[in-house]
């Protein structure tokens, strides 16, 4: 008997070992791909939030030439827009079931203007209305034509006599708004967006780093001398690599000239969520500042933080950030948390050699790869869309749906921290604080822990409010009652009548 | 030494002599001048304190609020931490004593060191309380925290001056001025033991390495 249960336990023993086996080297293969930032600041690796559903080039676009640096791809609506830089042409496609594109139209010259054949046509945008706006960079203009092309506005190189003269206008990003204004980024000029209203004139720059004062600096400014004085910037610049404009007509804008000191001296931001007026509105919440990788250190040649050239941002506000240094896309959600990171430099799918945009179909990613000269498409795995359930179920306030949705992620990753902080949400929305508390704490999330303890006890306290009283009183009473006890022993010990000589 | 522990007088004087300390915490010239010059004060009253201000150094880490201490349990070596007490106290008092007595100071080394413990005094007695409250106050309820923590270890840093003064009979400037020496003192003596371990270690590196060698031509 004995025996045969040794036997059995041994059976079962190897059947479990193998059955681990294979599933740790599954594990192992894709360990370097997604991650997150704990609140120590470590590494915790996630399973990954997007899986590769298909790689297209020009091929399966059903080109007959390849691409030649493609700078920049947009979506509107069905429709995909492919800007071939190197081939002077903008390309047309609309999407078919399953990712199958098919060429509708190849734009490469305009009627109605001259020169009317695009020369580096760097980006492109669509109005609603089917005007298309295209940043001619190679013929110093931005477009506007009607959707069958004619001509109907050029808006060209700002008068500003901020602007250096001799410096050739090179716009290289444009989103345009609902009224069909333009905000362009060009190269050399570093004074933020270039604003162009709908008529085709220039309004102004916005999104431009607020000058701050600096008493430390003014002190510098006063005793420098004229050569330091020259050394010394005057203001941090801005350049914007790429802008989008989400559905609220916020633009998103990220930025890779930022120097990695005034990325780390909170002066200069890698991303900026502008408003109408141009200021700076993105939410900040997040343990770490939104600027992408910790850790900046020299890694296989690649140093510093990293470098963003793109940003696309979904529905629900979370917003994916392209790092072209280490070939990772960012995504942080509308509190400025990172959700995740994933991608990475090489020739695997999945992986970039050099990325330079990055759009959304719905919740789908596409990245265009300049070096490659491939569209790489990305669609949410269970996990990735566990986590955009959970965070658009409480933002729309269906808080136990969004709890639900949570746990089951955590049931994918026990170390995803968003995960923690958004069951202790919804537990915080349902009133349930103690165990709200719990979870905040487990991820060192004092604010949300400190708003659920404060009504935690508040609701103790109702709770207890007789027992409170009663330990009050008998703290303050027992004491009081002590000392008047004494105070009238000590009165009668000492009367006058008792007081024997008196009496005498 | 275990008779002495039967008797009741011992723990009274122990109690008396503990209780002393928080006369030195509230008259510190007055109570380290006692400390020392009138026998108020005991050994086994300062490794009280010593014991006490380690324990509360410890248990704050696991019982404040994460909201104000946050520990990266896995780094934490608890031998390291409590000897991040002792050896900076070791130094000063060996420090301070090998300074002082070559000028007139009258403290003795045991004098010293108790004089020093006792100044230890305001770190747990602030400290227990703290920890208690950090954990019933939201985050701006406890904005105090750093404040207070900080002042339970300026705290903590005069009554060592006070003391120190006091056990030498030192005017105030000359204690200033062996204060400073002693940390002085505190630094060198760091530096030779950085270069008497690494020496060490070298020293019996060659030797493990001439036994391997006799080992292998055995």
């Known amino acids: ?504 | 030494m275990f008779e002495a522990l039967r008797k009741k007088e011992t723990y009274s004087r122990f109690w008396k002599s503990f209780k002393f300390g928080f006369y030195c915490m509230t008259h510190p010239l007055d109570g380290f001048w006692d400390l020392t010059h009138e026998k108020r004060g005991t050994y086994a009253a300062a490794n009280a304190i010593l014991i006490l201000t380690i324990f509360v150094r410890i248990i704050r880490l696991k019982y404040t609020s994460f909201m104000f201490i946050q520990v990266y349990w896995e780094e934490l070596n608890i031998f390291l931490y409590i000897a991040g007490v002792l050896f900076p106290l070791a130094l000063w008092v060996i420090g301070n004593w090998a300074c002082t007595t070559l000028f007139d100071g009258k403290g003795r080394l045991g004098q010293v060191y108790m004089g020093t413990c006792y100044a230890l005094l305001p770190y747990p007695v602030i400290q227990i309380p703290l920890m208690l409250i950090s954990n019933v106050v939201t985050l701006e309820e406890g904005q105090f925290y750093g404040v207070l923590v900080v002042i339970s270890l300026v705290y903590c840093g005069l009554l060592i001056i006070a003391a120190m003064g006091q056990i030498h009979e030192f005017s105030a400037g000359k204690n200033l001025l062996f204060i400073v020496v002693s940390l002085v003192a505190v630094l060198i003596m760091i530096f030779i033991l950085m270069i008497f371990f690494s020496m060490i270690a070298q020293g019996v590196a060659y030797f493990i390495s001439l036994g391997r060698e006799v080992l292998f031509r055995m």
């Open chain 1, 1 to 504: 008997m004995k025996r045969r249960l040794l036997a059995i336990g041994l059976a079962v023993v190897c059947t479990l070992a193998f059955a681990a086996v294979p599933k740790q080297t599954a594990h192992a293969e894709e360990q370097n791909y997604s991650y997150i930032y704990d609140w120590w600041g470590d590494v915790q690796y996630c399973p990954n939030p997007y899986y590769v559903s298909k790689t297209l080039t020009y091929k399966d676009f059903g080109l007959d030439t390849n691409f030649k640096n493609p700078e920049s791809i947009y979506i509107k609506g069905e429709d995909l827009y492919i800007c071939d830089t190197g081939n002077n042409r903008i390309l047309q496609f609309r999407k078919g079931r399953g990712y199958d594109f098919t060429l509708v139209r190849e734009i490469d010259s305009v009627k109605g203007t001259s020169p009317s054949d695009l020369s580096a046509p760097a980006d492109v945008a669509v109005a609603d209305n089917g005007d298309i706006f295209i940043a001619d960079r190679g013929n110093q203009r931005i477009l506007k034509v009607d959707k069958d092309l004619n001509h109907l506005l050029t808006f060209v190189k700002p008068v500003d006599n901020t602007l250096d003269p001799e410096l050739t206008y090179q716009p290289s990003k444009i989103v345009i708004d609902s009224a069909e204004r333009v905000y362009a980024s060009a190269i050399g000029i570093n004074k933020g967006l270039i604003k162009y209203e709908n008529d085709g004139i220039f309004s102004g720059f916005i999104g431009a780093t607020p000058v701050a004062y600096d008493f430390g600096v003014y002190l510098r400014k006063k005793f420098a001398t004229k050569e330091q004085l020259e050394q010394m910037l005057a203001f941090v610049p801005t350049e914007y690599s790429n802008v989008y404009m989400d559905e609220d007509g916020f633009i998103y804008a990220v930025s890779d000239k930022v120097q990695d000191e005034d990325l780390d001296a909170g002066k200069g931001d890698a991303v900026r969520k502008l408003n109408m007026l141009g200021s700076d509105i993105l939410v900040r919440n997040g343990e770490y500042p939104v600027y992408g990788d910790l850790y900046w250190g020299n890694a296989g040649g690649i140093a510093g933080a990293s470098s963003f050239v793109d940003v696309t941002v979904l529905d629900n506000e979370v917003y994916f950030c392209l790092d072209k240094k280490r070939c990772r896309l960012f995504a942080y959600d509308n509190q400025g948390r990172l959700v995740y990171v994933f991608g990475g430099n090489g020739n695997m799918d999945g992986f970039f050699r050099q990325p330079v945009s990055v759009e959304h179909m719905g919740k789908d990613l596409l990245v265009l790869d300049n070096m490659d000269n491939a569209v790489t498409v990305f669609t949410n795995t269970e996990f990735g869309s566990l986590v955009f359930k959970a965070m658009e179920d409480f933002d729309k306030g269906r808080y136990e749906r969004s709890q639900e949705a949570w746990e089951k992620v955590m049931a994918l990753d026990g170390n995803y921290t968003l995960a923690y902080i958004g069951v202790g949400r919804a537990l915080l929305r349902q009133e349930r604080y103690k165990e709200a508390m719990e979870y905040f704490e487990l991820k060192y999330d004092d604010e949300n822990y400190s708003k659920a303890f404060q009504q935690y006890r508040k609701e103790w306290i109702n709770d207890n409010i007789g027992i409170i009283i009663a330990v009050l009183l008998v703290l303050f009473l027992v004491p009081m009652g002590i000392g008047k006890y004494k105070k009238i022993k000590w009165e009668i010990a000492t009367a006058d009548i008792f007081r024997e000589d008196l009496n005498k």
